[in-house]
Nanobody, 113 residues
């Protein structure tokens, strides 16, 4: 059974940084595509970044150059380093390998002064 647990969110000022973590169980991050998504209030969930098991990475245009995905396969954990945060980055952030898998509870990121 796939389980994903996100953490690391919080309140940060514009221009600040956060690092999100996603601990996966039931799947192996070493052999699976992993992705981060986000959902802002009143909006649909959107793809932030996707990375294949061999490192091919695609970032959404709005986060390219500011966000970085990485993974520690020994810990079965995926990270999202977010720099130069903007108010429009405010959302609940989720990780997943396949949108058909169960979603975790997500972690709230709020960017505000």
């Amino acid at each position: 059974q796939v389980q994903l647990v996100e953490s690391g969110g919080g309140l940060v000022q514009p221009g600040g940084s956060l690092r999100l973590s996603c601990v996966a169980s039931g799947i192996r991050t070493s052999i699976n595509t992993m992705a981060w998504y986000r959902q802002a209030p009143g909006k649909q969930r959107e793809l932030v970044v996707v990375q294949t098991y061999d490192g091919t990475t695609n970032y959404g245009a709005s986060v390219k150059g500011r966000f970085t995905i990485s993974r520690d396969n020994a810990k079965n954990t995926v990270y999202l380093q977010m720099n130069d945060l903007k108010p429009e980055d405010t959302a609940v952030y989720y990780c997943n390998s396949d949108p058909r898998f169960p979603w975790g509870q997500g972690t709230q990121v709020t960017v505000s002064s």
